[in-house]
């Protein structure tokens, strides 16, 4: 199916005009044939945005146009900001990766979870991928009925042992340490430490007078591939109770849940991601050390992931490029990505970080072809 081209917004050099040539035909002649609604891709290279485009519309049952100011919940490509909150806290001494979460929540520590480190918490290895008892999905809007329940908990799988894919639970969890640690959520953490100060449109609870600013998604056609189904990965994303439900839309966007409901910008997170791409610099300033750095960076866990159906190299918080090529060609580049193929990342190697939001949803769990298109047409032009 083909479409006519929207018009394209934004900021593109010439030499990146094959960038801009491969945004267009994602709307005309999208891989698998999702053709876009709406999609915004930006790039910042050593602290300077080098490509910034956007188009599509944001509510096409009004026609109304995608601007710069379109907000989209990019769902787990949030956990990259999340995983630098982690960063943030750690720069300031308030933590340290290889603390153990008991430390800070003792009653964490409830059945064989009083080793978990932090670092451990975020690269997915605390056997936590969701809950084992049926809950209703009205759960995940009462913060204290999550973090009772997972800290009573007995893990999945061995903590330490491997990695699964925690995709709800850890926004909950990293959530806690970080308020225990800092005093207060990571949602505010974001507006007063960065968003504000450095005019990044990215919220993790958004309030209710920016809810008219967010585009409308359009779901995917089918369902995501987790391969087979053992107890794990129904806990993680098949259960009545794996994902939040039972409320309405501005429930949701109000809620704070680092792991699954950020709403931002593509050149929000292209820029902030640019602390990893950058030596800890954004706009010039030192936010983290490198030391720091490589300690968010490195990898902390590889293996075949016991949620996600493939061989996964974890970082602290972060998905590592290597083994996956999903984020250009560099090994150490890092991000994450979200349902429906938003994506965010890092590549320390040529100082670059981007990010691709878009309104119309995808199936695909980590890669998604429009990103894949677009990210292949920018390490082209480098």
């Known amino acids: 199916m083909t479409t006519t081209a929207p018009e394209i917004s934004g900021l593109c050099p010439p030499r990146f005009a094959a960038v801009k040539d491969a945004f267009a035909n994602n709307f005309t002649d999208a891989p698998d044939r999702l053709n876009e609604q709406a999609a915004r891709f930006s790039v910042v290279i050593a602290g300077e945005t080098v490509v910034d485009l956007w188009a599509g519309s944001a509510d096409p049952r009004t026609d109304t146009p995608f601007t710069d100011r379109s907000l989209v919940p990019v769902f787990s490509t949030g956990k990259a900001v999340m995983a630098l909150l982690i960063a943030s806290a750690v720069q300031r001494g308030k933590l340290a990766y290889e603390e153990k979460v008991a430390h800070l929540w003792p009653a964490f520590a409830a059945h064989g979870k009083g080793?978990?480190?932090?670092?451990?918490?975020l690269s997915h290895q605390a056997g936590l991928p969701g809950f084992t008892q049926t809950v209703d999905p009205t759960i995940w809007f009462d913060q204290r009925a999550v973090l009772d329940t997972l800290a009573a908990q007995?893990?999945?799988?061995?903590p330490g042992t491997a990695s699964g894919y925690h995709p709800v639970t850890v926004g909950f969890l990293a959530n806690e340490v970080f308020r225990l640690s800092d005093g207060r959520s990571m949602g505010q953490a974001l507006r007063q430490d960065w968003a504000e100060p450095f005019g990044l449109d990215l919220w993790i609870g958004l309030p209710e007078a920016e809810h008219?600013?967010?585009?409308?998604?359009?779901?995917?056609?089918?369902?995501?591939?987790?391969?087979?189904?053992?107890?794990?990965?129904?806990?993680?994303?098949?259960?009545?109770?794996?994902?939040?439900g039972g409320r309405g839309s501005t429930e949701w966007r109000t809620a704070e849940i680092p792991s699954a409901n950020l709403h931002g910008t593509a050149l929000g997170l292209a820029r902030l991601l640019g602390l990893l791409a950058d030596g800890g610099r954004l706009d010039g300033k030192t936010l983290?050390?490198?030391?720091?750095?490589?300690?968010?960076?490195?990898?902390?866990?590889?293996?075949?992931?016991?949620?996600?159906?493939?061989t996964l190299s974890w970082a602290a918080g972060f998905t590592r490029n290597a083994g996956l090529n999903i984020f250009g060609p560099n090994p150490d580049a890092l991000g994450h990505c979200g349902w429906g193929g938003s994506c965010a990342f890092a590549d320390p190697a040529t100082k670059l970080s981007a990010a691709y939001?878009?309104?119309?949803?995808?199936?695909?769990?980590?890669?998604?072809?429009?990103?894949?298109?677009?990210?292949?047409?920018?390490?082209?032009?480098?």
Not at 154 to 158: G, L
Not at 222 to 237: N, Y
Not at 289 to 300: F, L, T, Y
Request: charged content about 25%; glycine content about 6%.
């Open 115 to 121: 080793e978990i480190t932090v670092a451990q918490l």
């Open 154 to 158: 007995a893990p999945m799988w061995p």
């Open 212 to 244: 008219d600013r967010v585009a409308i998604l359009r779901k995917p056609s089918k369902a995501i591939d987790l391969g087979p189904i053992d107890a794990v990965k129904t806990a993680a994303f098949l259960d009545r109770g794996s994902a939040p």
């Open 288 to 310: 983290l050390s490198p030391g720091v750095v490589a300690e968010a960076s490195r990898e902390r866990i590889v293996g075949p992931d016991r949620v996600l159906p493939f």
């Open 357 to 382: 939001a878009m309104t119309r949803q995808s199936p695909y769990l980590l890669g998604d072809p429009r990103a894949q298109r677009l990210i292949d047409a920018l390490y082209s032009a480098l």
